[in-house]
């Protein structure tokens, strides 16, 4: 099952916390790059965060300060975990596999069916 697995959604007051998590499938000796995007009706989806197989991280400028994107024990899951949310926050938000190598054999571009935040005032 290469397609990410989101979970962790739902609803929060504004200055509340939530905690995202995605998986995709483990491959022993596999590398992953992930990444957290986010889309509300009518609009593109945008790039919230990022984590590389090294740890090296990137993040939206709207976001910085307040989540924070890791690995778990293994680098097919990731986590988002956002606080001080805000009502603007508020979106379905997609985990997506960037890209996975497993020696010479690589992979990319693959996403989840996302998860609902909603983040009232």
């Known amino acids: 099952q290469v397609q990410p697995v989101e979970s962790g959604g739902g609803s929060v007051q504004a200055g509340g916390s939530l905690r995202l998590s995605c998986i995709t499938s483990?491959?022993?000796?596999?590398?992953?790059?992930m990444s957290w995007h986010r889309q509300v009706p009518g609009k593109e989806r945008v790039f919230v965060a990022g984590i590389e197989n090294d740890g090296s991280t990137s993040y939206a400028d709207s976001v910085k300060g307040r989540f924070t994107i890791s690995q778990g024990l293994t680098k097919s899951t990731v986590y988002l975990q956002m606080n001080s949310l805000k009502p603007e926050d508020t979106a379905m938000y997609y985990c997506?596999?960037?890209?996975?190598?497993?020696?010479?054999?690589?992979?990319?571009?693959?996403w989840g069916q996302g998860t609902q935040v909603t983040v009232s005032s």
């Open positions: 483990t491959l022993s000796g596999c590398m992953y790059d």
């Open positions: 997506k596999l960037d890209r996975r190598m497993c020696g010479g054999a690589v992979v990319k571009g693959f």
